[in-house]
């Protein structure tokens, strides 16, 4: 039995160094995708929410701007005949 016997392979030796450097870039390149997917997710969501905010019906954004315009310009006719009233 010599010296060399006791020591692995060189196979043996590539394949250990390998998958200390291959595993950890693996869990970190998984765990970089699941922040990744999260963050889009979230993102989804929140623009969901926002569409929904814009576009319900006799709530949403749009329909109180519909709303403030047919009231602006009832209250510049309204304006309009009180001067003319007062002229």
């Known amino acids: 039995m ?3 016997d006791l020591f692995p392979s060189r196979l043996t030796v590539a394949a ?3 998958c200390v450097v291959f595993i ?3 869990v970190t390149a998984s765990y970089q995708w699941g922040v990744t997917h999260r963050d889009m ?3 989804e ?3 969901n929410g926002l569409w929904s905010d814009i576009n319900a019906p006799n709530v949403g954004y749009k329909d109180r701007l519909t ?3 047919a009231n602006l310009a009832g209250a510049q006719s309204a304006l309009a005949r009180q001067n003319q009233a007062v002229d």
């Open 2 to 4: 010599s010296i060399r």
């Open 16 to 18: 250990v160094l390998g």
């Open 24 to 26: 950890p870039l693996a």
């Open 41 to 43: 997710v979230r993102e």
């Open 45 to 47: 969501q929140r623009a």
């Open 67 to 69: 709303m403030c315009g």
